[in-house]
């Protein structure tokens, strides 16, 4: 097989090849990545680890409820904090919570699926 050599003058901006000063706006920044972790699917791979353990002594049952004990923990305990860390990361959430606000309250912004739902379980939980 023969080596190409290809002038830099031949690379396309666009193209993976392209050397990584031409790629900068596909780094993703630090607080995106803190972000990310964050926010992880933790929970989903922890689990999948421990249901695949060996059992050879018996005490996959343990390490189960411990896996799931933590994974509750942190989904409870990061999914709550997740608005603060994003404040204090500086992390734009694009919302604007006037007009969404506005919007949820004149009852235009509650027709997905979530809201069907509701009204459907609001006829067996509410008493008229």
């Given amino acids: 097989p023969s080596s190409e050599i290809i002038e830099e003058s031949e690379i396309d901006e666009n193209s993976f090849s392209s050397s990584p000063q031409a790629r900068l706006d596909l780094k993703i920044n630090p607080n995106t990545t803190h972000m990310l972790w964050f926010s992880g ?13 060996p059992d050879r002594f018996g005490h996959a049952d343990e390490f189960t409820m411990t896996t799931m004990i933590i994974v509750l923990v942190t989904v409870f305990g990061l999914g709550g904090t997740t608005e603060c860390m994003l404040n204090f990361l500086k992390i ?15 009852g235009q912004c509650n027709n997905g699926l979530i809201a069907r739902f509701e009204d459907y379980l609001h006829r067996f939980v509410v008493r008229d």
């Fill in 92 to 106: 734009d959430m694009g919302v604007d919570e006037i007009a969404w606000e506005t919007c949820f309250h004149e």
């Fill in 41 to 53: 699917l933790r929970g989903a791979v922890a689990y999948a680890c421990v249901r695949s353990f």
